[in-house]
Antibody, heavy 121, light 108 residues
Framework: EVQLVESGGDLVQPGGSLRLSCAAS????????MSWVRQAPGKGLEWVAN????????YYVDSVKGRFTISRDNAKNSLYLQMNILRAEDTALYYC??????????????WGQGTLVTVSS | SSELTQDPALSVALGQTVRIPCQGD??????ASWYQQKPGQAPVVVIY???NRPSGIPDRFSGSSSGNTASLTITGAQAEDEADYYC???????????FGGGTKLTVL
């Protein structure tokens, strides 16, 4: 059974930084693309970032480019999201998800339970 | 990036069929995937690719696409299908991903 467990969410002031982690088990982590997806309170889902198997391909939603950095450590079966210059609009539940590229589409077939980031003074 | 547009809310009578549409230019090139999210829970993929259901998803869920519109159809809706449904696809560049705004489905 695949398990994705996020951690690192916290209350942080605007302009601050936070590092999220996602510990993966039950899968050969190094063979999958991984993603971060967020959901602001009472709002819809928003894709944040993708990283390929060896970290050589990385993509971000425009609103976090230059502020967030996705990375992974395959030896530790872990995914990370370094979040800098945080804004109030970054407040959300952040999910780690496994991304599957199949049939000309990308879908997320496993999700964690999320870690809450609150940006407020 | 491109946008995906969904109706904010739809309703269906118990046992009836409902189609949940998702519109966007990138859907002319890329398939959508569909996610069901119930309150307090993480999303679950119900349809991906042309019309593929993950293991454990009932066969009353199906997907289709025509032009710039992808659709999720629930044939014989059950009370447990009441949830938020999100479509997702790639943007026109193929590198970024985008979710629709979500449709809140009520089963009457």
């Amino acid at each position: 059974e695949v398990q994705l467990v996020e951690s690192g969410g916290d209350l942080v002031q605007p302009g601050g930084s936070l590092r999220l982690s996602c510990a993966a088990s039950g899968l050969i982590f190094s063979t999958y693309w991984m993603s971060w997806v967020r959901q602001a309170p009472g709002k819809g889902l928003e894709w944040v970032a993708n990283i390929n198997q060896d970290g050589s391909e990385i993509y971000y939603v425009d609103s976090v480019k230059g502020r967030f950095t996705i990375s992974r450590d395959n030896a530790k079966n872990s995914l990370y999201l370094q979040m800098n210059i945080l804004r109030a609009e970054d407040t959300a539940l952040y999910y780690c998800a496994r991304a599957r590229y199949t049939y000309g589409s990308v879908h997320f077939d496993d999700w964690g339970q999320g870690t809450l980031v609150t940006v407020s003074s | 990036s491109s946008e995906l547009t969904q109706d904010p809310a739809l309703s269906v009578a118990l046992g009836q069929t409902v189609r949940i549409p998702c519109q966007g230019d990138s859907l002319r090139t890329y398939y959508a995937s569909w996610y069901q999210q119930k309150p307090g829970q993480a999303p679950v993929v119900v349809i991906y690719g042309k019309n593929n259901r993950p293991s454990g998803i009932p066969d009353r869920f199906s997907g289709s696409s025509s032009g710039n519109t992808a659709s999720l159809t629930i044939t014989g809706a059950q009370a447990e299908d009441e949830a938020d449904y999100y479509c997702k696809s790639r943007d026109n560049s193929g590198n970024q991903l985008v979710f629709g705004g979500g449709t809140k489905l009520t089963v009457l």
